[in-house]
């Protein structure tokens, strides 16, 4: 069974600094994994999608890797702002018509 | 805007009534999927519809039950409510099962 941990729960940073936001799963065996953004009693917006056969993914200041063979997903966020506070989730999509499986998220603050 | 809405945006119900909640998908996605999130937590698969039938299904017990219309819409109904289905209930749609999938705003469901 798919199981899939972030850590840290929760960071806090000053603006501007570069940072890394970690997650892992236990099974190599993902068709993709995706990154979502989650606002405060919000739904998620989809940022970044990782294919099986892709390493990473790139949108603006957000850089998102992939390694199947160690379980580990990374999203690389730079020059941090303000606007970038929110919790960060990322999930993974076994094979075949199965739904995703997320983490329970790292809560990040963007200090002014 | 991820062309995927839901309603109502807020609920409040007390124990042992029933619910229904609604989601619009984008058209053209033929697969709807309903997570439960509690606070805190990530989001927890519910089941998931695809033309209409009932294609899989989460750790969820049978009060929690759904539909899927041929207009793209879609409903998750749960009877007898309990304290513990507080919570936010989202969906999302894709298109094909390797798809991103695309999330509502979803529903704050409160039961007293």
């Known amino acids: 069974k798919q199981e899939v941990t972030q850590i840290p729960a929760a960071l806090s940073v000053p603006e501007g600094e570069n940072l890394v936001l ?10 993709n994994l995706q990154w979502f953004r989650q606002d405060p009693g919000k739904g998620l917006t989809s940022l970044l999608l990782i294919q099986s056969s892709q390493r990473e993914q790139t949108s603006g200041r957000l850089n998102a890797s992939l390694d199947k063979s160690s379980g580990r997903s990374t ?16 999930a993974a999509l076994p094979p075949g018509n199965t739904p995703l499986v997320f983490g329970k998220g790292t809560r990040l603050s963007v200090i002014a | 805007e991820t062309g995927v809405t839901q309603s109502p ?3 409040i ?10 989601c ?19 989001p927890q698969f519910i089941f998931q519809y695809y033309r209409e039938e009932e294609n899989g299904r989460g750790n969820f017990p049978p009060r929690f039950s759904g539909l899927q219309f041929p207009n793209y819409s879609s409903e998750l109904n749960v009877n007898a409510l309990e ?21 509502g705003p979803g529903t704050r469901l409160t039961v007293l």
């Open chain 1, 22 to 31: 970690n997650c892992s799963f236990t099974d190599s065996a993902i068709y």
């Open chain 1, 75 to 90: 999203l690389y966020i730079a020059a941090s702002q303000p606007g970038d506070s929110a919790t960060y989730l990322c």
């Open chain 2, 83 to 103: 304290l513990d289905d507080s919570a936010l209930y989202l969906c999302a749609s894709r298109r094909q099962a390797t798809d991103t999938q695309y999330f």
């Open chain 2, 9 to 11: 945006t807020h609920l």
């Open chain 2, 13 to 22: 119900k007390t124990r042992g009534q029933q619910v229904t909640l609604r």
């Open chain 2, 24 to 42: 619009s998908s984008q058209s053209g996605h033929n697969t709807v999927s309903w997570y439960q999130q509690a606070l805190g937590q990530g």
